[in-house]
């Protein structure tokens, strides 16, 4: 068996005794002595663990992203380099974002601090913060108690972008290809990172009890929070042809292991209902590392991009060794976190039509308690095509958060069928989403919120994309519907 | 009044009253900055795990742990049983058992502790513990408490004037019920605790601890021994806010029992949620109130019965109480009033000290009043509070008849200052005007003043210890009482230090707190921290100085008892800095010469106490003010809301360190922002709590601090009687974000003008729905 391989802050790591389910979190911490990076939750909720590691991005070189190590298992790692807060600097030759944060008072208590920093050092060395609201995004995976955030916001802002040229650009610039080949076992847990499609052909063959992961920014829960043992893990996000985005025959293929955030850089401004969603999904450490596949697999029902993809039509690309086949996404949810994948079969991808032709109004929605980092309470996409005479042709009304799948409001849809794209035609659909779903009352909102604010988010997809059919979201938004205000 | 002379360049300068960096800034930002969960523990070192009901009141009717202790790498699992000492953990009621015995009284409450060579083995023993217990039937609300008269100590009440005939008389009658809810700290740092047996049956443990003289006594308590036998030291905490003032003493006399128990050192670290669900929070209450307006918005009398969820015992409780009917009053003179408050006993965690310390959830009720006050009457919302400012005598009393010194209320200067600073007549016209054309955005702008008491109410805390070491070199150690969380006291502490000795910053360190260098000290708590310590620095400086001077006037061959001054690193002649010889000869030649370079510093703050039976004195010595203007937008079709712009004016007296005094209010405002509009604890029927982790408790993120942050520290205003004419910082501004209540109420009137709001806290995007629906349906 293999030993994990990776660079740990510059020292080249083979790791032979740490079980696979071992976060790096941990790892560092217990193993290493590194107990700059903290732990806050254990769950990617607070980025108290970030740490960055090089990682290509979306446009395919090499970047130094920043990840919450809580939920990073090391085998995810192999041949990859890492670095912590301890190898930017220390405190008498501190990195910018460190010096920044010290000297705009960004830390108080200080426990946060180093996963700030660690978000910073991201934003340090992007090239494409060209909008306030990236920023918003870039740190908004980083609790702290105690500053109130203008001061951090200050220390982020003076270094973002600066891209310093120093050791780290270096190793960016430097960097080759990773091979993330690896089958490793330890205290009875196996990890798998098959990197060609036979490979993972022939493990899906040899181990149906096997579970897959990508990102891992779900499924790891299950060690740090349920405290399960995962026995035997394959991990997808080495094999080829699986990454990125590209553009093919009518839209575009997203392959199922590209980071979510990757996905927002390459169709969010084109999509503006992917750029919307994925503007308050989860927050960068998560969308550096969870990704499309994960994401739809999980198949939960408050999961975000099920209801934005249903409603442009995209579809699910299952891959096996037999070949490809497609179907429409919304029947790739079969029940509550049930899919439609057959025994040896993967989520390769998702195609997505270009729909840029069309007659379209379309935007997505997510409510949630807090904007930032935060799961839906209800979600929606919202997609209505109208022919010459301004008659609804195709209604595609997807929601999350409103039954135990995402779903389609099948009562409302027919109700907007050949009826005029009008507030009383949209006021009438939104009645019938009473007919199309009976959501649950939970710590995250009653029924009533949520079959309120489904209704609601209906009357205001018509009151916004009056003016403009498939509107972006502006820079923190009051809320995730923009109604036109005088 | 004290003054400061002009600055010249290039002359040496104390650090008092200047901008500075948090004194562990570089630290903290390259990760090498410990925590207790940080520091290196030798081989052998056992963690442990708590074991807890899983009900929320029952009898225990099997506790049976052979089995647990008999797995691989288990050191020991400890039951009440196994504690030599007294199982009590409470600060003062003794109702608090460390472990439980017999009984349980919420889910979360510690009923045995494992120790083992790692967390996981720990979980494996926990699993293989027999715990059966007898559910009875369990108190889970506020109401149920309240119908079931399941108390906490006996009811607080504060009268005067006549109540009913003033309420009888008013023409305006208000009748309501304010409901506050609980709130998780969530400091970033989780409890924890690390204790090593020591030689001769004593031991050291570090802890996470605003309260380290408390968590030595108790450990010492739990363990049977004197105190001198335990030593507790604090380096810092990540985040304290109230939760780790009495919670850390848990989990350190835990470490301190398996350190006993084992001969090994033993750690006790809580992930998130054990940290949720096992610890305290920030009190819910729920009061009813009458108030009566006189038509021009003069309030005029006021009668309140206020009930706080204390827990399942009594912890700060009662003092929490207390503070929260001295905070009824907020800023308002009431000529007629009626407070009375009860605290109640549920089997729920024990709720603790947090940030205000239910000056808070006393203040929402007047405010609540206020609003609805001034929905009623079409007032503006600054324009009624204004009215009923405390003033001149005799509309300078409080509810407990404690003086509101007119030459001390700094709220119609600050109110003034702020509303013209912060342009509010014509950004509320520009709302108003924006309001009226948009049917389904509304925007809302809130004022809101604090007045809020410094001291301890229990007045015998007030009192706090220092020690000051100077080496042969010039060097200096500082101790004293309080401990570091985040706020920046030891920052300040350095600066008062700096000042007083004539050093440079550099030549002094900041050690740890320990009871070994203190002893007695009371919680960093109250926003006391610089006040107390402060003083007691600033006393050991003294002394020192005084011992240094006679030495320095040979030095520099003038007459002993010429006026020489200390400053930054140098000693010289008054006004002839040319002639200086540095500290470091000074304190040289004071250790040849055979002088004492040590010395403690003890402060206590006079001419304060309170009659609790008759519900009057001077629990105070002073109150700080401060003002804030919140701007809100609120959105009717999903009741999203933000917060766009936020103007404050704070008054912090003659900051001792004003870099560090604007994060304390910014901070604290967008905790309180929190507390009232995202923070929700939801419970199940069972008792136990549903939101544990950041998944479910939301806390404010990056984007909801307002992007227009405007933060201003009142210019000119020394405090006299406070270290240096400063003032406590701590809790005051997380009231300001009361205004946050104001400016929603604001926005979502415009939906039915004339009539008041009804809006529940926190105001979440489903309470704020739930409003405007409201509104629309009456407007």
């Known amino acids: ?486 | 009044m004290m003054t400061r002379a002009p600055h010249v360049e290039g002359a040496p300068r104390s650090p008092l009253h200047l901008p500075a960096l948090h004194e562990s800034a570089w630290l903290h930002a390259s990760g090498e900055a410990v925590y207790v969960d940080d520091l290196p523990t030798p081989p052998g070192t056992l963690v442990g795990y708590v074991v807890a009901s899983p009900v929320a009141r029952g009898r225990i009717t099997r506790l049976e742990v052979a089995a647990a202790r008999a797995l691989p790498g288990v050191a020991c699992v400890l039951t009440a049983a196994d504690i030599p000492g007294i199982n009590d953990i409470s600060p003062f009621s003794h109702d608090e058992p460390l472990l439980a015995v017999d009984e349980v009284f919420c889910v979360g409450q510690s009923v045995a502790v494992i120790f083992a060579d790692s967390a996981a083995r720990c979980r494996e023993a926990a699993k293989a513990v027999v715990l059966e217990i007898e559910a009875l039937p369990a108190i889970l609300t506020l109401d149920e408490a309240i119908a079931r008269q399941s108390w906490i100590g006996q009811p607080h009440t504060m009268r005067r004037g006549d109540v009913a005939a003033a309420f009888a008389a008013s023409p305006v009658q208000i009748e309501g019920e304010v409901r506050t809810g609980g709130q998780d700290h969530f400091y970033l740092e989780s409890h924890c605790a690390l204790a090593y047996p020591q030689e001769a049956g004593s031991y050291l443990v570090l802890s996470s601890t605003q309260h380290p003289s408390e968590v030595q006594a108790k450990c010492a308590e739990v363990l049977g021994i004197d105190r001198h036998r335990v030593t507790v030291e604090t380096r810092r905490m990540g985040g304290g806010f109230g939760g780790k003032e009495t919670q850390g003493a848990y989990f350190a006399a835990m470490a301190a029992l398996g350190a006993r128990a084992t001969r090994k050192p033993c750690k006790i670290w809580l992930n998130r949620d054990q940290d949720m669900t096992q610890t305290g929070k920030r009190h819910p209450f729920m009061s009813r109130y009458r108030a009566g307006f006189a038509a021009d918005g003069e309030l005029r009398s006021f009668e309140v019965d206020i009930y706080a969820d204390g827990g399942w015992s009594a912890d700060l409780t009662t003092a929490i109480l207390d503070r929260a009917l001295f905070h009824l009053d907020n800023a308002y003179f009431i000529p007629n009033l009626r407070f009375t408050g009860r605290a109640c006993r549920t089997h729920l965690v024990s709720n603790t000290a947090f940030r205000g310390f239910g000056g808070p959830q006393g203040m929402a009720v007047i405010e609540e009043a206020m609003n609805t006050a001034a929905e009623r009457l079409g007032m503006d919302y600054a324009a009624i509070r204004a009215r009923n400012y405390y003033g001149e005598s005799p509309r300078d009393r409080t509810p407990y008849d404690q003086e509101v010194k007119a030459a001390h209320n700094r709220l119609r200067r600050i109110t003034d200052q702020l509303l013209r600073d912060a342009d509010y007549d014509a950004r509320k016209a520009d709302i108003d005007a924006f309001n009226a054309q948009s049917p389904l955005v509304k925007r809302g702008l809130g004022f809101q003043p604090v007045k809020f008491g410094i001291s301890f109410t229990n007045s015998v805390l007030n009192q706090a210890g220092a020690f000051v070491l100077i080496y042969a070199d010039g060097s200096v150690q500082l101790n004293h009482g309080g401990t570091e969380m985040g706020q920046g006291l030891n920052t300040k502490m350095l600066a008062i230090c700096a000042h007083e000795l004539g050093v440079r910053l550099d030549q002094i360190r900041h050690m740890p707190t320990a009871t070994d260098k203190v002893p007695n000290t009371s919680a960093t708590a109250a926003s006391s921290g610089s006040d107390l310590n402060g003083m007691a620095v600033l006393a050991a400086c003294q002394t020192l100085r005084e011992r240094l001077a006679p030495v320095a006037a040979g030095l520099l061959k003038v007459e002993p008892g010429a006026a020489l001054t200390f400053c930054d690193g140098q000693v010289f002649p008054e006004g002839e800095p040319a002639r200086a010889v540095s500290f470091a000869q000074v304190a040289t030649a004071a250790y040849l010469q055979q002088i004492s370079l040590a010395a403690t510093g003890f402060y206590r703050t006079p001419d304060i106490g309170y009659d609790h039976a008759a519900g009057r004195g001077k629990p105070f010595h002073y109150y700080a003010y401060g003002a804030a203007l919140t701007e809100v937008e609120v959105n009717a079709l999903t009741g999203e809301h933000r917060v766009t712009r936020v103007d404050i004016l704070h008054d912090v007296g003659d900051s001792l360190v004003p870099t560090i005094d604007v994060g304390q209010v910014e901070g604290g405002y967008i905790q309180g922002l929190g507390w009232l509009t995202r923070e929700e604890l939801v419970w199940s029927p069972q008792g136990v709590l549903r939101t544990h982790s950041p998944d479910t408790y939301k806390i404010p993120a990056y984007g909801d601090a307002p992007r227009d942050f405007r933060v201003q520290l009142l210019q000119g205003a020394p405090q006299p009687d406070v270290v240096h004419g400063s003032k406590a910082v701590g809790e005051p501004p997380f009231m300001l974000a009361l205004g946050v209540l104001a400016a929603l109420r604001h926005a979502i009137g415009a939906w039915c003008p004339g009539q008041p709001v009804r809006l529940g806290v926190p105001a979440t995007p489903e309470a704020v729905l739930r409003a405007v629906e409201d509104a629309r349906a009456r407007g």
């Not at chain 1, 190793?171 to 798998?192: I, K, N, S």
């Not at chain 1, 927050?283 to 969870?290: D, L, T, V, Y």
């Open chain 1, 1 to 486: 068996m293999d030993e994990l391989r990776f660079t740990l802050n510059g020292q080249p790591i083979a790791e032979a005794e740490a079980p696979p389910n071992t976060t790096l979190l941990n790892y560092l911490r217990q193993r290493r002595g590194l107990t700059g990076t903290k732990e806050g939750c254990a769950e990617g909720d607070c980025g108290a663990c970030t740490v960055a590691v090089l990682d290509p991005d979306a446009a395919g070189g090499p970047a130094w992203r920043a990840v919450n190590s809580c939920l990073l298992l090391l085998p995810m790692l192999q041949g990859k380099q890492v670095v912590t807060v301890e190898a930017l600097g220390s405190s008498g030759e501190p990195h910018p974002a460190q010096a920044s944060m010290a000297k705009h008072l960004g830390s108080q208590c200080g426990y946060c601090t180093p996963g700030i920093v660690m978000s910073i050092f991201e934003a340090c060395y992007r090239r494409d913060l060209d909008a306030p609201w990236k920023l918003d995004d870039q740190l908004c995976g980083n609790l702290c108690r105690c500053t109130g955030y203008r001061p951090i916001r200050e220390a982020a802002e003076a270094v973002a972008g600066s891209c310093p040229v120093d050791r780290f650009q270096g190793e960016a610039a430097e960097a080759t290809p990773v091979d993330m080949a690896l089958a490793y076992a330890r205290g009875g847990q196996r990890h798998m990172n098959p990197t060609t499609p036979e490979a993972l052909w022939a493990l899906l063959e040899a181990h149906p009890e096997a579970r897959l992961v990508a990102g891992g920014t779900d499924l790891s829960l299950e060690i740090t929070k349920q405290f399960k043992t995962l026995p035997l893990l394959i991990s997808v996000e080495g094999v080829a042809g699986l990454r990125g985005v590209t553009a093919v025959e009518g839209g575009w293929r997203l392959g199922a292991t590209t980071p979510l955030a990757d996905i927002e850089a390459a169709l969010g401004e084109a999509i503006p209902t992917l750029g919307r969603m994925l503007r308050f999904f989860g927050a960068r450490q998560i969308k550096n590392r969870g990704t499309l596949g994960g994401n739809l697999c999980t198949a939960s029902p408050i999961g975000d991009m099920p209801p934005a993809l249903i409603s442009l039509r995209a579809e699910a690309i299952l891959g096996s060794r037999q070949g490809e086949r497609r179907v429409p996404l919304e029947d790739f949810f079969v029940a509550y976190r049930k899919t439609a994948l057959a025994p040896g079969e993967i989520l390769s991808g998702v195609f997505v039509p270009e729909l840029a032709g069309l007659n379209l109004r379309a935007a997505a929605y997510k409510v949630s308690k807090r904007q930032e980092l935060d799961i839906s309470t209800v979600s929606a996409g919202l997609a209505v095509e109208l022919d010459d005479a301004g008659r609804v042709v195709d209604a595609r009304l997807a929601f999350g958060g409103m039954a135990a799948t995402p779903k389609r409001a099948a009562s409302a849809e027919a109700a907007l069928l050949g009826q005029p794209w009008t507030r009383e035609a949209v006021e009438a659909a939104a009645q019938r989403l009473d007919a199309d779903f009976a959501p649950l009352s939970d710590h995250r909102g009653s029924a009533w919120y949520r079959a309120t604010v489904a209704r609601n988010l209906l009357l205001g997809f018509y009151l916004e994309t009056e003016r403009t059919p498939r509107p972006h979201l502006p820079y923190r938004p009051t809320a995730t519907v923009q109604i036109p205000t005088p």
